[in-house]
Nanobody, 114 residues
Framework: QVQLVESGGGVVQAGGSLTVSCAAS????????MGWYRQAPTKQRELVAT???????NYAESVKGRFTISRDNAKNMVYLQMNSLKPEDTAVYYC????????WGQGTQVTVSS
């Protein structure tokens, strides 16, 4: 069984920075893809950024240049450094692991105040 646990969410002012982290445990295989998605109230869950175990990255256009995804494969951790945050970045941020099957974390709230 695989578990994903996010941490690091919170409230930050517009223009500020925040880093969220995700720890994966259980049967983790490689290659895999780990990443971040977000869901704002009344909106569908959307991709934020993903990173393969080989370090390939993919970002949503709305976060390019502001967010950086990184991984520590030895620790099965994935991070999302978020800079220049905007109120529209407010959402629940979910960690996802894809290795054949797909696993989701429980989410962490990020609120950006204007």
């Amino acid at each position: 069984q695989v578990q994903l646990v996010e941490s690091g969410g919170g409230v930050v002012q517009a223009g500020g920075s925040l880093t969220v982290s995700c720890a994966a445990s259980g049967s983790i295989f490689k290659p895999n893809v780990m990443g971040w998605y977000r869901q704002a109230p009344t909106k569908q869950r959307e991709l934020v950024a993903t990173m393969t175990s080989g370090s390939g990255t993919n970002y949503a256009e709305s976060v390019k240049g502001r967010f950086t995804i990184s991984r520590d494969n030895a620790k099965n951790m994935v991070y999302l450094q978020m800079n220049s945050l905007k109120p529209e970045d407010t959402a629940v941020y979910y960690c996802k692991l894809q290795q054949g099957a797909v696993y989701w974390g429980q989410g962490t709230q990020v609120t950006v105040s204007s």
